[in-house]
């Protein structure tokens, strides 16, 4: 490999607001679910198992779910010709109307309750969870209104702005807003030297 063409490595992000828009952020800067445990790297940082869940038994077909239904909150987020904006939101109801793993609480090792889950998740019950967080979203005025799309340039990401003042303008004040502060400060900088 030469040296400068290795992708960079980019941690995957949880700083949406919702989980359905963390899902979202999966797509940015590249393809992050690209393998089961990719997938499963999320759903624990989602927090849509506890820690310690076991998730071998999640396979191709749950990354095409996750992907698919991705696909569809984007378009409901972000809008879309009628026909695939109607398209999406079936869809998205559909994986609602699943039912969402349950969860059980148990005493640890240390005597205190923890939460499990009832039984091994499927995937279609980690897609109900993503899909109601997406339908709470969408039909919540207050929180519809809050929903953002990054200022920076080259970032599609959409948050929700809960900021006092709602005036955040960056996904990502660490990501985003320190590229765009840099990118002003080169660009003051060479009118100076151009002066």
Known sequence: MALGSARPV???????????????????????????????AWIR???????????????????????ELRTHIGVLVRGGDP?????????????????????????AEDGRLVRELAGPPGCAALLATVARDA??????????AAVRECEADDCPLVYLDTSRGRRRRWCSSEVCGN????????RRAAALAQA
């Open 10 to 40: 980019y941690p995957v992000r949880f700083d949406a607001g919702r989980v359905s828009l963390d899902l979202l952020a999966t797509a940015h800067p590249g393809e992050r679910l690209d393998g089961a445990a990719a997938l499963c």
């Open 179 to 186: 590229r765009e502060r840099v990118a002003r400060h080169r």
């Open 45 to 67: 940082g989602a927090g849509l198992v506890p820690d310690g869940t076991g998730l071998d038994h999640a396979d191709g077909a749950w990354l095409a779910g996750f992907r």
């Open 135 to 144: 339908v709470e979203l969408l039909t919540d005025p207050v929180a519809r």
């Open 83 to 107: 026909l695939s904006y109607g398209r999406a939101l079936r869809r998205v109801n559909e994986a609602a109307r699943g039912t969402p793993p349950a969860p059980v609480a148990v005493h």
